[in-house]
């Protein structure tokens, strides 16, 4: 008779199982890199990675604003015959006068190093803002010299660095962006005027109809009404992850008015051996001083730029390296009304 042979069957290993405990601390590590994983995407999303939300038609941020929609063909930004002349500190046309003095005070740790540009214009619309990459949204950004070079720009200095929060009244060259009121702000008229105001006592539509043509949000104010603001002592850079007191000395860019067309412009050198920078009321003090009735502080620290005539002025980060900015102020000539 034949013997059919059967291979043993074979024991399965013996699985112990999971402790609880091991279980528990890898449910703990999968949580912890998962939610590790959000944070660092959620600030890489907030503070790193771009996002446009408005492409600004080609030449728009460098045209003035017109409301006859067959005007469009020809729009320069410069213009085809200019009577200027200009050295590397000065530069006067028909429509403009522009004159910068370089300006040191105090000694040793002491010593501060700025710049101010004494601006006079004929038209209003000879000084514009300009988005970087020519696109509104956030973490956008290139250096203050790059946009002012592709604005034509005889003049420029870094703006308020919009792109770097998501709130404030944002009114570029006459187009609303942003309309999330939180701060003092300034608005620049049609008429070369400029005031401070509080963003949440008047609205966008009323700051258009009185004819702003753009309005920055950073601050503090530093001159209203001819007053230097009394008290920086609470002043914050924004509401966003970060945030701290401003008020230590720090290079610095402010803006200010003297008379209807007649604007400063101040870019202050900072954190470096031969400029401290300067303190919240240093700067209004020099504002004042300059004959400023209305000032206010932009965007500093590392963005602080002034652009003149293909080459940036002062010295920034102290080792003359610009840092990417959102958006300029500038000047132009060709723009007409």
Same mark, same amino acid.
């Given at each position: 008779?034949?013997?059919? /042979?059967?291979?043993?069957?074979?024991?399965?290993?013996?699985k112990?199982?999971?402790?609880?405990?091991?279980h528990?601390?890898?449910?703990i590590?999968?949580v912890?890199v998962?939610?590790?994983g959000?944070?660092?995407y +959620?600030?890489?999303d907030r503070?790193l990675i771009?996002h446009?939300q408005v492409?600004v038609a080609d &030449?728009?941020? #460098?045209?003035?604003t017109t409301?006859?929609?067959?005007d469009?063909?020809?729009i +320069?930004?410069?213009a085809t015959?200019?009577?200027?002349?200009? $050295? *590397?500190w000065?530069?006067? +046309?028909?429509? =403009?006068k522009v004159?910068i003095e370089?300006?040191?005070t105090?000694?040793?740790?002491?010593?501060i190093? /700025? /710049?101010?540009a *004494?601006?006079q214009?004929?038209d209003a619309?000879?000084?514009r803002?300009a988005l970087?990459?020519?696109?509104?949204?956030t973490?956008?950004?290139?250096n203050?010299s790059e946009?002012?070079?592709?604005n034509?720009?005889i003049? #420029?200095?870094?703006? $308020? /660095?919009y792109g770097?929060? *998501?709130?404030?009244?944002?009114?570029?060259? &006459?187009?609303l962006?942003?309309? +999330?009121?939180t701060r003092?702000a300034?608005?620049l008229?049609?008429?070369g005027t400029?005031?401070?105001?509080?963003?949440?006592?008047?609205t966008s539509s009323?700051?258009?109809a009185?004819?702003a043509?753009n309005?920055?949000?950073? &601050?503090p104010?530093?001159? !209203? *009404?001819?007053e230097i603001?009394?008290?920086f002592s609470?002043?914050?850079?924004d509401?966003?992850f970060g945030?701290?007191?401003?008020q230590?000395?720090?290079p610095?860019?402010a803006?200010g008015?003297i008379a209807p067309?007649?604007?400063?412009?101040?870019?202050?050198d900072g954190? !470096?051996?031969d400029?401290?920078?300067?303190?919240?009321?240093?700067? #209004?003090d020099? =504002?004042k001083?300059?004959? #400023?009735t209305e000032?206010y502080n932009?965007?500093g620290?590392g963005?602080?730029t002034m652009y003149?005539?293909g080459?940036v002025?002062?010295?920034?980060? &102290?080792?003359? !390296?610009?840092?990417?900015?959102?958006d300029?102020?500038y000047?132009t000539?060709?723009q007409g009304?």
């Amino acid at each position: 008779m034949m013997k059919i /042979y059967e291979k043993p069957t074979r024991k399965e290993p013996h699985k112990r199982p999971i402790s609880p405990r091991k279980h528990r601390w890898l449910i703990i590590t999968l949580v912890s890199v998962l939610l590790v994983g959000g944070i660092l995407y +959620s600030l890489a999303d907030r503070y790193l990675i771009r996002h446009v939300q408005v492409v600004v038609a080609d &030449g728009n941020t #460098a045209t003035a604003t017109t409301n006859n929609a067959n005007d469009s063909s020809n729009i +320069s930004t410069t213009a085809t015959e200019v009577n200027a002349t200009s $050295d *590397d500190w000065n530069y006067s +046309s028909d429509d =403009m006068k522009v004159s910068i003095e370089k300006v040191q005070t105090g000694s040793g740790s002491d010593q501060i190093t /700025y /710049y101010v540009a *004494d601006v006079q214009l004929t038209d209003a619309s000879s000084l514009r803002t300009a988005l970087a990459d020519n696109s509104f949204g956030t973490n956008i950004t290139e250096n203050t010299s790059e946009i002012a070079a592709a604005n034509n720009a005889i003049f #420029a200095i870094n703006g $308020d /660095y919009y792109g770097f929060r *998501d709130d404030g009244v944002i009114i570029r060259n &006459g187009t609303l962006y942003r309309d +999330s009121p939180t701060r003092d702000a300034l608005a620049l008229f049609n008429d070369g005027t400029m005031k401070t105001y509080n963003e949440n006592e008047i609205t966008s539509s009323e700051l258009l109809a009185e004819g702003a043509t753009n309005t920055l949000s950073f &601050g503090p104010i530093l001159i !209203q *009404d001819g007053e230097i603001v009394s008290d920086f002592s609470s002043v914050k850079i924004d509401n966003n992850f970060g945030n701290r007191s401003i008020q230590d000395a720090n290079p610095r860019t402010a803006i200010g008015m003297i008379a209807p067309n007649h604007y400063v412009f101040v870019v202050v050198d900072g954190r !470096q051996d031969d400029s401290r920078g300067m303190t919240l009321a240093e700067l #209004a003090d020099v =504002m004042k001083g300059l004959g #400023a009735t209305e000032a206010y502080n932009l965007d500093g620290g590392g963005s602080s730029t002034m652009y003149f005539m293909g080459r940036v002025v002062n010295n920034p980060l &102290g080792r003359n !390296q610009e840092r990417g900015v959102s958006d300029i102020l500038y000047l132009t000539e060709g723009q007409g009304s």
